[in-house]
Every structure is written in C-alpha cells, then in structure tokens.
C-alpha cells in the first residue's frame, strides 16, 4: 500500500507539472489492493485512461471505485465539479444518477412484495385503474385495445409495452404531443396522462426499456401510502446511512453538486447542460421519479451496492431479503426478444434482464471481461454499477456527459477493473 501511495504522490507531481494540469486535479487515493487480490501496477492502467478522458477535455470528471473482498481496493477522484470555477471533484461530490434510480426503486417494490401486499402477476390496473383498458399501436396509426393486461412484473422487466417517446415512430409523437411529464405536478398526475397513450407492443411480448420504473414508483405510492421520496428515505436511505441521496439537492449541498455536460458538436468542447444554479434538481421538486429522478453520491451508492452484495443485509441492516434478491437478479427475459425500438437493446449480447437489473448470462456472448450472474445498471450521464457475487466485488463509475455512449468509458472502465485482479 506503501509503495502504491509513493505511486500516486510521484504522478501527482508530474501531472503538477505538466500543462494539462488546468483541467484537473488528482485527489488522493485509497487502496487496499493488495488485501483485495488486485495489482496495484494494473489500476494504475485505470487511473490513467480515466484520467485521459479528463485531460483531453471529453469529461470533466471522473471518480472510480471498486470494493472487493470487503475492501475498497481502489478508489480515485479526478476533475473538476466545474469547469468554470475549477472546484475540484470531492469524494462526496453529488452527481445525477438518473437510471441508477430504477434498482433503488425496484428494491423498494419488493418490500412490499415481501409484506404480503401484491403479486408480481397481478394486473397493474388492479392497484392503477387508469391502466384498465390500454391500447396498443398495431402499426399504420392503428391503434386498438390490448389483449394482454399490463401485470406488475412487466413494470419490473421492462415488458409493460410502455415506452420512452424515443423510438422514432408514431407512438412517439403521441408521448410528444401529451408532454405529460412536464406538464404533472405529481406522480399521480403523471401517470395518469401515461395511461392514456397507446402502447408500443402487446404487454408482456416485448422488452423495451421505458417510463415502467416511473410507473413503479408510483405503484409503490399507492401500496405504500407515503410518497416515493419519504418512502425510500425512511426504508432504505436511512437504515443504510446515504444521507447524500435525493430528489431535490438541498440548499447547504448545492456547493458538493457537479455540472452535466454535453459535447458541442462544433466546438468540440464540454458546454454545461445543467448548472447547480439552474438546475430543476435545485429548486423544489414535487414529481418524484422512479426511473431517473435521483442525485448521490459514489459513496452512497458503495452503501446500497454493499447490501446488495451482502445479500439484502449492511451494518445489521435487513432491507431486502437473500431470496428476494435471488429473484431479483435472475433472468426474466430469457424468451422475450427485444422491441426494435430505441437505443438500449436487451435481452442481447450475452445479458438478459431481471427485476430492475440487467445480468451477464453467457459471458462469451457478452465479449468482455466480467463474472456469469454479475448485474448492475447505468445512468444517462454516463454513471454505472455491477455487482459481481462471484469476485465478492462491487465497481462504481461517476462522470456527468450527456449523450455519453460514444465514449465507450463504461466498457472501458469494466475491462480495467477486471485487468487488474491477480489472485
């Protein structure tokens, strides 16, 4: 561990003195790499392509870490918060986790499944009305009435029929039109437009990945009776300790909250996209999203990705329990072919897709390095997780870039993790 640190304090003199040191900073890090079985020769691989990203002005920061064998092996923070300001990236920086919203969300379902309060194949309507009666689009404008119901499991799997309003055909300028989202001061609201417009494809024949998790939130108000945000502060923040982990950034941690970008496509350089002093996350929100709507931590998030791992228990801690998560983390889809519509294409290329999880099934398939039964999920900023049962290790990745994919820093990021085990 000695020498790693000399490691890092001889590269952080050199970065000092190089000239693309205005662009970001090296925080000090942590490693027990060692006692977790990885080489502290190969994380420096890590680091340094993670710091590239950085350094050639294609992020503005980046913080990587990964947890194995009950240690946190690694663990670097690079970049800035802001461009602008040049306030450096903290280990308790808050970034918008967007779809990493969906696995929080779905735990807390399954407490309540947990409770005796539903059935995975209920119909959603029973516990939704509005969802009573759907249609499906049949092609050509055609709209009819569905034949299948809507069951609470679709939501889970992303099987509802529902869609994003990104798949480039007529549905979509439907979700266009009804601009429900904006328009909602609630979830109930929300949902209730949602309801109205037609689905993409027959529930339950189908998987694209959709509004279901925000649905979900909403059906977890309604068995719950509290909303989503009290609810998931009360039964899973809080016993695990994420006390960095909202809807709505309060005022005295705007300071910690970190810019998201996008590439200009002229310049070629980051332009801020969504600033703390502007952002929707800043001022009071009310619609509470399940699928997208929370801002954390990486360190907040180690919290919740240790329970996992730990099979639904931290710190003495039970929030959801080992036969749950056992469910949870199977293969829902194995029959049920992907829509065609829109850019996340699952089940495909060795994963399949569980309750509120994405999972390797055939690593071969899958053509990268990993664990068969490793899961996880991502976020649109480019943010990203896996659970790995088999290594006894979690891996987390932070940045803040809209659309990101075109980086490929997740792939990236997973092959450099994996690289770096010896033991």
Known sequence: MKNYLLIQICALAMILCSHQTTQAQLAPITSNADKAGMSV?????????????????????????????????HSDIYGHEDIDSQDAIKENSIWRIYSMTKPI????????????????????????PAFK??????????????????????LMRHTSGIGYGWSGGYVDTLYAAAGSRAMSKDNATFIAALAKLPL???????????????????????????????YLDQHIF?????????????????DRFVTNYTTNPETGKLQAIDHPSTSAYCKEVTLFSGGGGLASTTMDYLAFSKMLLNGGT????????????????????????????????????????????TMTTD??????????????????????????????????MMMQLMPYNHLQAREKFQTLVYQAIVD
Request: hydrophobic share 35%; charged share 20%; with cysteine.
């Open 238 to 254: 809080t016993p695990l300790g994420m006390d960095d982990t909202f809807f709505e950034v309060p005022d005295d941690k705007e």
């Open 314 to 357: 931290l710190n003495g801690q039970t929030i959801i329990g080992s036969k749950t998560l056992e469910l949870m983390t199977q293969d829902h889809c194995p029959d049920i072919s992907y829509s065609g519509n829109g850019p996340v294409v699952l089940p495909a290329m060795g994963h399949g897709f569980g309750l509120g999880f």
């Open 133 to 154: 009666d759907v249609t499906v689009h049949r092609g050509n404008h055609v709209v009819e009435k569905a034949d299948n119901e809507i069951k609470v499991i679709d």
């Open 363 to 396: 690593l071969a398939a899958s053509a990268a390095l990993g664990s068969k039964g490793a899961y996880g999920w991502g976020g649109a900023a480019g943010t990203y997780f896996r659970i790995d049962p088999e290594e006894d290790m979690i891996y987390i």
């Open 105 to 128: 969300v779905s735990i807390g379902i399954m407490q309540q499944y947990e409770m005796g309060k539903f059935n995975l194949n209920d119909p959603l309507h029973k516990y939704i």
């Open 41 to 73: 020769d190969r994380l420096m691989k890590l680091d340094k392509r993670m710091h590239q990203f950085v350094d050639e002005g294609q992020i503005s920061a980046v913080h990587t870490l990964i947890y194995r064998k009950g240690q946190i092996a």
């Open 200 to 230: 993409y494809n027959e529930p339950g024949t189908a998987w694209q990945y959709s509004l279901s998790t925000d649905v979900l939130g909403h059906l977890l108000e309604v068995i719950s009776g509290q909303p989503l945000d009290e």
